[in-house]
């Protein structure tokens, strides 16, 4: 079945390429076994038919074959490339800060692939899958950050998100920290506002926040130096819930019914969040919304589509980790148990 399956789809135009490759490489070796290099003519023809055929394999031209081999293909639609084009500059930029060796041009292209993922065809390109665009944007540079580690040709935990080398050390810690609102959660500034992880500075290693949390917001924000847990925990086939204590104001009797309806954001449907009203009072209110994406400014974009305004937001709990009664601005360790729990 295999092997019918095979001759029936290298003959087709996409495989054109690599039914030239491989009868390239089945000639060098019929030769070989008929004692056709005998000569040294026939042996340098040999080499050199060789040499071509991992020339093709590793050149733009091999890359172009096994790109048309998994159907990747530049991406037309403009409100995909606005969106995706910048996550990955991102990305790159900061892993050339770490392995200077990567190409100076990797490009990004796109199959129709339902599965999110992102795999390299070549060293020079990086194809996403379509049903990437279904999760958040974090999610997607946690996935783009983890190939940018197999095109550095060394452990994929060596470039995060942030694109900086994880410390070289014997053990991993696991932080939470209460963020107070007015902290930035990225790893630098151009406008020099502070930065959460100044807050976790006196922990004595390096880490690295997993995810982020908005200026304005406040609550629940994780660090590591572990970065397969900080990839594992963003990337999108998790859809880890997390739970915000969310105040607004323009509140409306039946309010909550409609923060609980599914909204399009960023050509993408949300899950229908769940919501309960804790009180009201006038048109002010305080809700639980518990979310399965982590699209940019959600909760807040979300209350907006209800047509309420959140003045407060604050995180609370994270998969199956709650904030409980950690003072704002300060940090402690996860538990053996709770680092366990957040794996399963």
Same mark, same amino acid.
């Given at each position: 079945?295999?092997?019918?399956?095979?001759?029936?789809?290298?003959?087709?135009?996409?495989?054109?390429?690599?039914?030239?490759?491989?009868?390239? /490489?089945?000639?060098?070796?019929?030769?070989?076994?008929?004692?056709?290099?005998?000569?040294?003519?026939?042996?340098?023809?040999?080499?050199?038919?060789?040499?071509?055929?991992?020339?093709?394999?590793?050149?733009?031209?091999?890359?172009?074959?096994?790109?048309? =081999?998994?159907?990747?293909?530049?991406?037309? #639609?403009?409100?995909?490339?606005?969106?995706?084009?910048?996550?990955?500059?991102?990305?790159?930029?900061?892993?050339?800060?770490?392995?200077?060796?990567?190409? /100076?041009?990797?490009?990004?292209?796109?199959? #129709?692939? #339902?599965?999110?993922?992102?795999?390299?065809?070549?060293?020079?390109?990086?194809?996403?899958?379509?049903?990437?665009?279904? *999760?958040?944007?974090? =999610?997607?540079?946690?996935?783009?950050?983890?190939?940018?580690?197999?095109?550095?040709?060394?452990?994929?935990?060596?470039?995060?998100?942030?694109?900086?080398?994880?410390?070289?050390? !014997?053990?991993?810690? *696991?932080?939470?920290?209460?963020?107070?609102?007015?902290?930035?959660?990225?790893?630098?500034?151009?406008?020099?506002?502070?930065?959460?992880?100044?807050?976790?500075?006196?922990?004595?290693?390096?880490?690295?926040?997993?995810?982020?949390?908005?200026?304005?917001? !406040?609550?629940?924000?994780?660090?590591?130096?572990?970065?397969?847990?900080? /990839?594992?925990?963003?990337?999108?086939?998790?859809?880890?819930?997390?739970?915000?204590?969310?105040?607004?104001?323009?509140?409306?009797?039946?309010?909550?019914?409609?923060?609980?309806?599914?909204?399009?954001?960023?050509?993408?449907?949300?899950?229908?969040?769940?919501?309960?009203?804790?009180?009201?009072?006038? =048109?002010?209110?305080?809700?639980?919304?518990?979310?399965?994406?982590?699209?940019?400014?959600?909760?807040?974009?979300?209350?907006?589509?209800?047509?309420?305004?959140?003045?407060?937001?604050?995180?609370?709990? !994270?998969?199956?980790?709650?904030?409980?009664?950690?003072?704002?601005?300060?940090?402690? *360790?996860?538990? !053996?148990?709770?680092?366990?729990?957040?794996?399963?």
């Amino acid at each position: 079945m295999y092997l019918f399956d095979f001759f029936k789809n290298i003959f087709k135009r996409g495989n054109i390429g690599i039914l030239i490759y491989l009868l390239l /490489n089945t000639f060098i070796i019929v030769a070989v076994l008929s004692g056709g290099f005998s000569s040294w003519q026939g042996i340098l023809f040999g080499i050199g038919a060789y040499v071509l055929s991992l020339v093709i394999a590793l050149s733009p031209i091999g890359e172009w074959i096994l790109r048309r =081999q998994t159907g990747c293909k530049k991406i037309k #639609d403009q409100q995909v490339l606005s969106r995706l084009e910048p996550l990955f500059r991102e990305v790159y930029e900061k892993a050339k800060i770490t392995t200077p060796e990567l190409h /100076n041009r990797i490009k990004m292209f796109m199959s #129709d692939d #339902d599965e999110p993922n992102a795999f390299a065809t070549g060293r020079r390109t990086v194809c996403v899958t379509r049903g990437l665009l279904n *999760y958040s944007d974090e =999610q997607i540079k946690g996935v783009l950050a983890h190939e940018f580690g197999h095109l550095a040709h060394k452990d994929t935990d060596a470039i995060l998100v942030s694109g900086k080398p994880l410390p070289k050390q !014997e053990g991993y810690i *696991y932080i939470l920290l209460n963020k107070p609102r007015g902290y930035v959660t990225t790893l630098s500034d151009e406008k020099g506002r502070p930065n959460a992880a100044q807050l976790v500075a006196d922990c004595g290693v390096r880490v690295y926040p997993v995810g982020r949390l908005d200026m304005d917001s !406040e609550g629940l924000l994780l660090f590591t130096n572990d970065g397969a847990f900080a /990839n594992a925990l963003m990337h999108p086939k998790q859809e880890v819930k997390k739970t915000y204590e969310t105040w607004v104001t323009g509140y409306h009797p039946g309010g909550e019914v409609q923060l609980s309806r599914p909204v399009t954001l960023d050509g993408y449907t949300i899950r229908p969040p769940k919501v309960k009203l804790i009180r009201a009072d006038g =048109q002010k209110a305080k809700f639980l919304v518990t979310i399965h994406e982590g699209r940019n400014r959600q909760v807040r974009r979300m209350c907006e589509a209800a047509g309420m305004h959140c003045t407060r937001l604050r995180r609370v709990r !994270e998969g199956s980790l709650s904030l409980g009664d950690l003072p704002l601005g300060k940090w402690r *360790y996860l538990t !053996e148990t709770e680092v366990k729990m957040l794996r399963e």
